[in-house]
């Protein structure tokens, strides 16, 4: 069936390192992609998507690329803040119409001034 | 702003309880569902609903039940709750279209003693 594997966590930067948090999926059809974001004590919310092959999603200086040929959506940001430590989770829509998402593990995301 | 609110943050219940968690959405989204979350295992869909009254069993529906009477409202049912059952909960919204972006609530985190 449709799955997503993230990298395990924690991952631990200091302020203004580039940040990766990899990400594949294994799914039939065309999937949609997204990443969404959990900050402390709150639920989850949308950071970005993609919905075809070599789409780049970004948002709040994070971006990531469907990258079909590789099956992956890795999540990249350039200079992290301290306000970005979170848990992040990769997520798929299968094709077809069905609503729901497949989430990966989540990683967590500590950032250190 | 899209607003899902479930009633309660925590939640201390005992084995053979009866326990129900409401979720309410502010945005006539057609889509409803419960998600639980529990670490290194992201996020699993126990149900979610496309329609008043109607249901469908997502990945982990054993020991959960669910009702939709009203189009806002989605409430989780735990007819007799264990211990493997605590965890913490998540419900969400989504509207008719194939976005795919999911408005989550803040979680309730139920521990069952």
């Known amino acids: 069936g449709d799955s997503v594997t993230q990298m395990e966590g924690p991952v631990t930067l200091s302020e203004e390192a580039f940040l990766t948090i990899n990400c594949t999926y294994t799914?039939?059809?065309?999937?949609?992609l997204f990443w969404y974001v959990q900050y402390p004590g709150e639920g989850l919310q949308l950071l970005l998507k993609?919905?075809?092959?070599?789409d780049k999603g970004s948002n709040k200086g994070f971006e990531a690329t469907y990258r079909k040929e590789t099956t992956s959506f890795h999540l990249e940001k350039g200079s992290v803040q301290v306000s970005d430590s979170a848990v992040y989770f990769c997520?798929?829509?299968?094709?077809?119409?069905?609503?729901?998402?497949?989430f990966g593990a989540g990683t967590r995301l500590a950032v250190h001034p | 702003d899209v607003k899902v609110t479930q009633s309660s943050r925590y939640l201390v219940k005992r084995t053979g309880e009866k326990v129900f968690l409401e979720c309410v959405q502010d945005?006539?989204?057609?889509?409803m569902f419960w998600y639980r979350q529990d670490p290194g295992l992201g996020l699993r869909l126990i149900y979610f609903?496309?329609?008043?009254?109607?249901?469908e069993k997502g990945d982990i529906p054993e020991g959960y039940s669910v009702s939709r009477e009203k189009k806002e409202r989605f409430s989780l049912i735990l007819e007799s709750a264990s211990t493997n059952q605590t965890s913490m909960y998540l419900c969400?919204?989504?509207?008719?279209?194939?976005?795919?972006?999911?408005?989550f609530g803040e979680g309730s985190r139920l521990t069952v003693l």
């Open positions: 997520a798929l829509r299968a094709g077809g119409g069905y609503n729901k998402l497949i």
């Open positions: 993609a919905t075809k092959a070599d």
């Open positions: 609903s496309y329609d008043v009254k109607m249901k």
């Open positions: 945005m006539d989204h057609e889509n």
């Open positions: 799914a039939t059809g065309y999937p949609s």
């Open positions: 969400a919204s989504k509207g008719a279209s194939n976005t795919g972006e999911l408005f």
